[in-house]
């Protein structure tokens, strides 16, 4: 699986939006781009993923740069409960195989 | 639905010891992971499983076995545990559906070891 950059923290008011990015350079083009999310001492959870097009749920957006070299996942209007450690996980889709590598992630702290 | 459930939750071992972390899922997954995150770090993958009778080091397997007993049940075994491995260990399943693979953790095991 490709490595990812992500820068160690950030902060953001509460009520705007986070915006968090992330660097995956040697990206294969069957890979697709996760984000995790660890709040406190919890478990990982699974907040959204995508190949090559932009992709939006309930809980972010996720927007990949056209050569997919680079991706950001946006928290619209974050809030205190979103303060948490963000990870960004490239992986080939399908299948069983594959492992699931963390990187260090973003730490987001979200200020009231 | 349980999801992914691990026990203990907590251990205090002394230097030597030896114990298995246990570790099921009910959600019919056919992967499923060992992980450990020290203070501050992020997660390291122990030990993958893509099947049951199938596993894989990962990042981080020196003093480390794992069992996958059946579809349900991942072990993982320190036989000797020394302080470097006090950390929390979070077991993890995942399927791929709708072509989605999402992944669910555990509650996680914090082990020290003195």
């Known amino acids: 699986d490709a490595k990812t950059t992500q820068p160690p923290s950030m902060d953001c008011a509460e009520g705007r939006a986070a915006n968090l990015p992330c660097n995956h350079s040697?990206?294969?083009?069957?890979?697709?781009v996760y984000w995790y999310r660890q709040i406190h001492s919890q478990g990982p959870q699974y907040i959204i993923h995508?190949?090559?097009n932009n992709e939006t749920n309930e809980m972010a957006s996720l927007i990949i740069t056209e050569d997919r070299k680079s991706s950001t996942l946006i928290l619209p209007h974050a809030t205190l409960r979103d303060t948490a450690v963000y990870y960004c996980?490239?992986?080939?889709?399908?299948?069983?195989?594959?492992?699931?590598?963390f990187g260090q992630g973003t730490t987001l702290q979200v200020k009231p | 639905n349980a999801g992914v459930t691990q026990t203990p939750k907590f251990q205090v071992l002394k230097t030597g010891q030896s114990m298995t972390l246990q570790c099921a899922q009910d959600?019919?997954?056919?992967?499923m992971y060992w992980y450990r995150q020290d203070p501050g770090m992020g997660l390291r993958l122990i030990y993958y499983?893509?099947?049951?009778?199938?596993?894989d080091k990962g990042e981080v397997p020196n003093g480390y076995n794992v069992s996958r007993l059946n579809k349900r049940e991942f072990s993982l075994r320190l036989e000797s545990a020394a302080p470097s491995q006090t950390s929390v260990y979070f077991c993890?399943?995942?399927?791929?559906?709708?072509?989605?693979?999402?992944?669910?953790f555990g509650q996680g095991t914090r082990l020290t070891v003195v």
């Open positions: 993890a399943s995942s399927e791929v559906r709708l072509g989605r693979t999402e992944a669910f």
């Open positions: 040697t990206i294969s083009g069957n890979e697709y």
């Open positions: 995508g190949l090559k």
């Open positions: 996980i490239v992986r080939v889709a399908g299948g069983n195989t594959g492992k699931l590598i």
């Open positions: 959600m019919n997954h056919n992967s």
């Open positions: 499983s893509a099947s049951e009778g199938t596993t």
